[in-house]
């Protein structure tokens, strides 16, 4: 069983910044690419980034490119997510997923396990 644990949401003004950090159980972590998704009451969740199992590949939505960076350390099994100049559009509550196949995908069902989201809301 795979657990993931998310931390650093929080309240942050327009144009600030925030890492989060998601926080892996076993011994396996390097072998899978990880993704952050992300979702607003009422709507569909979305992806947001993706990285592959070595963190030599990386994959952004187009809305947070250049201002988001995702990162991994395998031997603390942990991915992160740099926001800076965070936007009130950014709000949400932020997953992170562990993703099924090697092959990248923005589609959810692709990724197996999840954490239990981080809320992150963004002041104008």
């Known amino acids: 069983q795979v657990q993931l644990v998310e931390s650093g949401g929080g309240l942050v003004q327009a144009g600030g910044s925030l890492r989060l950090s998601c926080a892996a159980s076993?011994?396996?972590?390097?072998?899978?690419?990880m993704g952050w998704f992300r979702q607003v009451p009422g709507k569909e969740r979305e992806f947001v980034a993706a990285?592959?199992?070595?963190?030599?590949?990386?994959y952004y939505k187009d809305s947070v490119k250049g201002r988001f960076t995702i990162s991994r350390d395998n031997a603390k099994n942990t991915v992160y997510l740099q926001m800076s100049s965070l936007k009130p559009e950014d709000t949400a509550v932020y997953y992170c997923?562990?993703?099924?196949?090697?092959?990248?995908?923005?589609?959810?069902?692709?990724?197996?396990?999840w954490g239990q989201g981080t809320q992150v809301t963004v002041s104008s």
């Open positions: 997923a562990r993703r099924q196949t090697l092959v990248h995908s923005t589609n959810e069902y692709d990724y197996d396990y």
């Open positions: 076993g011994r396996t972590f390097s072998s899978y690419p």
């Open positions: 990285i592959s199992r070595n963190g030599g590949t990386t």
